[in-house]
Nanobody, 126 residues
Framework: VQLQASGGGLVQAGGSLRLSCAASGFTSDYFAIGWFRQAPGKEREGVSCISSTGGSTYYADSVKGRFTISRDNAKNTVYLQMNSLKPEDTAVYYC????????????????????WGQGTQVTVSS
């Protein structure tokens, strides 16, 4: 099971980035996929999550209305479209997968995820 996160970079405030999480070694449509981020000196926090079918999504309050998560199971890839980026969005972004089932289909809790990618740096300049 491998997850490869990509798409990070340096962008000015107000700009956009699209992160990708490519899964290999397993069929991702059985897994919920989450995006998490960790800024220096802070704990890793849940940003967004999408259920295995794509029918349910979760967004942290801090990114609602700016970020959109989607998945293409045919490509075994999950995307995080990030618009109107702010300096406080600066962090290393990780994608993670879980086969656990949740009543809502999604979870913001990093402890619910068993497989993690290597992270991609997002830096937003003011």
């Amino acid at each position: 099971v491998q997850l490869q996160a990509s798409g990070g970079g340096l962008v000015q405030a107000g700009g956009s980035l699209r992160l990708s999480c490519a899964a290999s070694g397993f069929t991702s449509d059985y897994f919920a996929i989450g995006w998490f981020r960790q800024a220096p000196g802070k704990e890793r926090e849940g940003v967004s999550c999408i259920s295995s079918t794509g029918g349910s999504t979760y967004y942290a309050d801090s990114v609602k209305g700016r970020f959109t998560i989607s998945r293409d199971n045919a490509k075994n890839t999950v995307y995080l479209q990030m618009n109107s980026l702010k300096p406080e969005d600066t962090a290393v972004y990780y994608c993670a997968a879980t086969r656990r089932r949740f009543s809502t289909g999604v979870s913001p809790n990093r402890n619910d995820f068993d497989y993690w990618g290597q992270g991609t740096q997002v830096t937003v300049s003011s």
